[in-house]
């Protein structure tokens, strides 16, 4: 892009094609990652990309590739790869136990990262000897062994679903709602955006690094992005002693400072050591920082919205790296390529304690295997599924002396019957019985009240046993009751 429009914003706008897919689709994405089998989903959209890729070889072989040709393609690959990153995400914790989780994730890292080390040194390689258009053709082909690894996998059978699958539009819904009323997921949220925000400038214009301040060219920019690659692997590999010392707050924390010293590096950079050195010190810091809230995104989701929950995390996650892509882009248009560096830099540093409220990684000691033990609802006659909506009802007797601890755990299950379907949850207390107290909670349909029974997991139970010590004279009475309409009604 540097050859074809050298204007920062024009060449900010290929890291916006790249990661705007992501943020637009990777909530549908995740809604057909947790409805779709995700092998088959993974498999067909890998052979769209496979095809786009080699159109893209064959334009650049003729000579016909434009700045927004070059866009274009960008952001088509770009709606792919958006469409399988949450299904990817989904599937590590499909490979390992739960307590393997965090080391896995660094291992994919690693292994991303040494693939991102290697590739451009082999990209320049290829482009000396073979052409413009071979590095096209080689990820072309590569992408091949990519199907044939999801051709030969076999994915572990879920269990069998006792209830219809999920509507896409519900559960894209549902996955939103999820994500608003889980605390652990919400905190990473706000980690995330803190430093994507700032972390995207020197991915946004390191082009113009390598070209205006040093004076170099792709062969240059390819060796600053694999430098960054090894950083990252070198990063990785002392994540865990990392982790251990530090724990998973301070390793963002760090992280982000050493983010704004490779930025403030970036913009004194003239020479190709300077900047050299600036993108090992960002690899390795981008790599800590991301496996970490990776991990913490994946420790707070249950399987059931895993796609939806990971998909919440890369909208945020790639909205940020946009966002930022276009800000930085076009404040270093404005002011030049230095100060937009130092700008960065200086947000990253007081985003530090900003952000420092949010804790990290603090589902990892929840339980969220599914519990069963709701017992189905007792119902007169058969409903359809789509009847609705449906007011639950659940009455406790307590010792009125208790009253305000009992509302505090009370509170508490708000959250849970929010997140696991609820659209509408409060308390009463009847005003003429002390101690007697009626919770109430809607949901859309018959069958989305089913699902919520699926839903409930160890953790909660847990809660809830905390809540039925508070319970005088027996078990709290639930009651359903669903919208009556006359019988003989169209």
Request: glycine share 10%; aromatic share 10%; proline share 5%.
């Amino acid at each position: 892009m540097t050859s074809l429009d050298p204007d920062p914003l024009i060449v900010s706008l290929v890291q916006v094609a790249n990661t705007l897919p992501i943020f637009l689709l990777a909530l549908p994405a995740g809604a057909l990652a947790d409805v779709a089998d995700r092998r088959r989903f993974l498999f067909w959209n890998e052979a769209i990309i496979t095809a786009l890729s080699g159109v893209f070889a064959v334009f650049v072989a003729l000579d016909l590739v434009t700045a927004r040709l070059l866009l274009l393609f960008t952001f088509l690959i770009g709606i792919g790869g958006a469409l399988t990153a949450p299904a990817w995400q989904a599937i590590v914790p499909q490979l390992v136990p739960r307590r393997d989780l965090a080391p896995a994730i660094s291992a994919n890292s690693v292994g991303f990262n040494i693939s991102r080390a290697i590739g451009p040194a082999l990209g320049g390689a290829a482009i000396a000897w073979l052409g413009i258009a071979a590095p096209f053709w080689i990820n072309t082909i590569a992408n091949l062994g990519v199907l044939g690894v999801l051709w030969w996998w076999r994915s572990p059978q879920r269990s069998v679903a006792s209830l219809p699958a999920e509507r896409v539009s519900n559960a894209i819904v549902t996955g939103i709602r999820y994500a608003r009323y889980n605390s652990h997921l919400r905190a990473t949220l706000m980690r995330a955006v803190g430093f994507f925000l700032f972390g995207s400038a020197y991915w946004a214009l390191l082009p113009l690094v390598a070209r205006n301040q040093i004076a170099g060219g792709p062969e240059l920019y390819g060796i600053m992005l694999g430098v960054i690659g090894v950083g990252a692997v070198t990063g990785a590999f002392a994540l865990p002693w990392f982790k251990k010392t530090l724990g998973a707050d301070r390793v963002v924390a760090a992280g982000t400072l050493g983010t704004a010293v490779a930025l403030i590096l970036f913009g004194l950079a003239r020479d190709t050591l300077t900047g050299l050195f600036a993108s090992l010190i960002a690899g390795a810091c981008w790599i800590g920082v991301l496996a970490t809230l990776n991990v913490s995104a994946q420790v707070a989701l249950p399987e059931w919205v895993r796609g939806r929950g990971l998909a919440v995390y890369m909208t945020v996650f790639f909205g940020a790296l946009s966002l930022g892509s276009l800000i930085w882009g076009k404040l270093a248009g404005v002011i030049g390529l230095t100060p937009a560096h130092f700008a960065a830099a200086a947000g990253a540093l007081v985003v530090i304690p900003l952000t420092w409220r949010w804790k990290l990684q603090t589902g990892g000691g929840v339980d969220l295997t599914p519990s069963m033990h709701w017992p189905p609802p007792l119902t007169a006659r058969d409903i359809e599924h789509d009847r609705g909506p449906v007011l639950v009802s659940v009455e406790y007797r307590i010792d009125p002396r208790e009253r305000n601890a009992f509302l505090r755990v009370l509170n508490q299950l708000a959250r849970e019957r929010r997140r696991d379907g609820a659209y509408r949850w409060g308390v009463f207390e009847d005003a003429a019985d002390e101690g007697r107290f009626v919770e109430t909670f809607l949901v859309e349909s018959w069958l989305e009240h089913l699902r919520q029974h699926e839903r409930v997991t160890s953790a909660d139970r847990l809660l809830q046993d905390e809540i039925a010590r508070f319970v005088k004279d027996g078990a709290p009475k639930v009651t359903h009751w669903i919208a009556a309409e006359p019988d003989d009604v169209c």
